[in-house]
């Protein structure tokens, strides 16, 4: 297949027009943010949405030619035949002569080079460097990298939550109350007991003290 499309180039004359992708279609993204968006430290996620629907939402939104021409950038692929060739974009295949190709009807790509291919997604993973277990990252990725939005969440979801937000509430209270709890041990009780002898004195400034750190941390939120 390289030999082949290595002599498809050859053939044509220098002078010729040829028609690139990015030519030959108006760019999903502005021209001076064409460069492949890096991997985020934090990817994009959506709880309460299945991997499934993040996963398929992407493969409809968008083609696999697309995301590969923002890979090669621009001017990168060519036209042959039903195909369109290029450079294979992937990062840890150093591609000298063009064996990545993009198949528009079938919405798959293939390298002769490194041997991989796929869909959109697989395209996704192997670009930016998520795992096999990290499929619905890389679609959600994909989904925001083209401007469009992650699926809504199902009504399910927000009744789940309507069901758990008493629980979710009194667990944060008791954290709350056990955070002040041991924020006045540490830094309160040694202070307040300092030079009080008498047992029902001290009951009574430990007392005080303790509202008075109570409501010193509601204050802040705490």
Same mark, same amino acid.
């Given at each position: 297949m390289k030999a082949?499309i290595?002599e498809a180039g050859?053939?044509?004359p220098?002078k010729?027009n040829?028609?690139?992708f ?6 999903m993204i502005p ?6 968006t890096p991997?985020?430290e934090?990817?994009? %996620?959506?709880r ?11 493969k ?7 995301l590969a021409d923002?890979l090669v950038?621009a001017?990168?692929?060519?036209r042959?035949g039903a195909?369109?060739v ?5 990062p840890d295949? %150093?591609?000298?002569t063009p064996s ?7 919405n798959?790509?293939?390298?002769f ?5 796929g869909d ?8 930016w460097?998520?795992?096999k ?12 990298e083209?401007?469009h939005e ?10 789940k939550?309507?069901?758990q937000?008493?629980?979710?509430a009194?667990? %944060?209270?008791c $954290?709350?109350?056990a955070f002040?709890r041991?924020t006045? $041990?540490?830094?309160m009780?040694?202070y307040?007991?300092r030079g009080?002898?008498?047992e029902?004195?001290l ?5 005080a003290?303790? %509202?008075?750190?109570?409501?010193a941390l509601r204050?802040i939120g705490?």
């Amino acid at each position: 297949m390289k030999a082949k499309i290595k002599e498809a180039g050859d053939a044509i004359p220098a002078k010729t027009n040829i028609q690139t992708f990015s030519e030959r279609t108006v760019p999903m993204i502005p021209a001076d943010q064409q460069e492949c968006t890096p991997r985020p430290e934090h990817p994009p %996620e959506r709880r309460g949405v299945s991997r499934s629907r993040v996963i398929e939402a992407a493969k409809e939104a968008v083609p696999v030619v697309d995301l590969a021409d923002l890979l090669v950038g621009a001017g990168g692929l060519k036209r042959l035949g039903a195909e369109w060739v290029g450079r294979c974009p992937l990062p840890d295949h %150093e591609d000298r002569t063009p064996s990545f190709t993009v198949n528009p009807e079938k919405n798959l790509f293939w390298c002769f080079g490194c041997l991989r291919g796929g869909d959109v997604i697989e395209l996704a993973r192997f670009a930016w460097g998520y795992g096999k277990s990290e499929v619905a990252m890389a679609a959600a990725l994909l989904l925001r990298e083209f401007g469009h939005e992650l699926p809504a969440r199902p009504d399910s979801w927000f009744g789940k939550n309507a069901r758990q937000a008493p629980v979710r509430a009194a667990a %944060e209270e008791c $954290r709350k109350r056990a955070f002040r709890r041991r924020t006045f $041990r540490v830094l309160m009780a040694a202070y307040v007991a300092r030079g009080i002898e008498d047992e029902d004195e001290l009951r009574r400034e430990i007392s005080a003290a303790w %509202e008075d750190w109570q409501g010193a941390l509601r204050r802040i939120g705490r």
